[in-house]
């Protein structure tokens, strides 16, 4: 199931991605001669007007082919006088093609967030981004290890821990940290467990820790957020969306940094990075938390692919950006031999880059 969500996640992003690179060229008045899904072998398509809709084998990315885009000499000069061959428009109209895919994976990103901030949502007040909508936190439970003593008891995501004692020991339940010290406590004892359910029925549970759930120690399966349920309206929803898009950028472009920092000092980059496999079990993490949280996980995909795609790698969006300014700037072509090549490079790069870390993710 995980797989499945997953690919459904990754159509997503990347035909939104192509959509707007798609958009963009037709705007433009560019000539559209294939819009792709994966990279070939072809599956399957359908011509419709002056464009081919492609379904390919590899579904490791997408692509939009335009005319005039190309690297190959002869279609440039056999194309040297068609005003919609992408060669022949304006640099300014060919940067806002290039850099349409990113920005529609960032609007995508904002209308995820949008739709998560307009639904009721556990929100703890370690939540930097959220805390300030926070106003009376309490205990609630935001995970339940399955077969554990909490699962037994009947615990689910979502419910209100009231209150938690053994004996006379009485938590007072003012942070999460409170649940973590009375289990701690009383780690041989019975524990009272008094949690409410969204619907407002109460529910009493008596329950003790024990070992093999965490490493030495004994624990009852519990995970829990000191925070509150909040539900922002329309208009604040779209303001924090924007909010959130920016700061998960800015944070995958210092996450980025981190991992360069890492590779030329030595550290462990593998653990920073995460492939397909890898992607795949975080959304199934996430799935089985709901679909806020999966809606939430879609959303920061969406940036990581937008940002991945502005870097200066040959290949990328960002990486034919860095040829068209270059082009504005020396006033004449550059090479097509050398694009060609660069191309290829960092095509190779990419994908040999993918296959290191798929293996890391299995090995993981």
């Known amino acids: 199931m995980s797989i499945f969500i997953f690919f459904v996640i990754l159509i997503i992003l990347v035909m939104v991605h192509e959509a707007g690179h798609f958009i963009a060229a037709k705007i433009s008045k560019m000539r559209v001669e294939e819009f792709a899904f994966g990279f070939p072998p072809k599956l399957f398509g359908k011509k419709i007007g002056e464009t ?54 960032l609007f995508l990103a904002i209308f995820l967030f949008t739709i998560v901030n307009t639904s009721p949502r556990l929100v703890s007040v370690e939540d930097a981004m959220y805390n300030n909508y926070v106003v009376d936190p309490k205990v609630y439970v935001n995970y339940v290890v399955p077969s554990s003593p909490a699962a037994m008891s009947g615990v689910k995501i979502g419910d209100e821990i009231v209150s938690m004692r053994s004996g006379n020991d009485i938590s007072n339940l003012s942070s999460a940290a409170s649940v973590v010290d009375i289990v701690k406590r009383n780690s041989d004892k019975d ?21 093999g759930l965490s490493e030495d120690k004994k624990t009852i399966g519990l995970g829990v957020v000191y925070g509150e349920v909040i539900q922002l309206n329309a208009v604040d929803a779209l303001i924090k969306g924007v909010e959130d898009t920016y700061n998960y950028t800015i944070l995958t472009f210092v996450g980025i940094k981190d991992i360069l920092v890492k590779l030329f000092t030595g550290g462990d980059v593998m653990q920073s990075l995460a492939g397909p496999i890898g992607i795949a079990k975080i959304v199934g993490d996430e799935a089985s938390k709901g679909a806020a949280n999966l809606l939430l996980l879609t959303a920061i995909l969406s940036i990581n692919l937008a940002v991945f795609n502005i870097l200066p790698i ?12 270059l082009e504005s700037i020396l006033r004449r072509p550059i090479n097509l031999k050398l694009q060609y090549i660069s191309n290829t490079v960092g095509f190779l790069f990419l994908i040999g880059l993918m296959i290191i870390i798929t293996y890391f993710d299995i090995k993981r």
Not at 66 to 84: M, N, P, Q, T, W
Not at 193 to 207: A, E, M, Q
Not at 314 to 325: H, K, N, W, Y
Request: proline fraction near 5%; charged fraction near 25%; hydrophobic fraction near 45%.
């Open 191 to 211: 524990i009272e467990l008094v949690y409410l359910r969204p619907d407002g029925t109460k529910s009493t549970s008596t329950i003790r820790a024990v070992y």
């Open 52 to 105: 081919d809709y492609v379904f390919n084998i590899l579904p490791i990315g997408g692509y939009v082919k335009i005319a005039g885009e190309s690297f190959d000499e002869d279609e440039r000069v056999k194309l040297k006088e068609d005003k919609h061959a992408f060669q022949n428009r304006p640099k300014i109209l060919q940067l806002f093609v290039l850099l349409a895919g990113v920005m529609m994976n």
């Open 314 to 325: 040959p290949a990328l969006d960002g990486g034919r950006i860095v040829f068209v300014l």
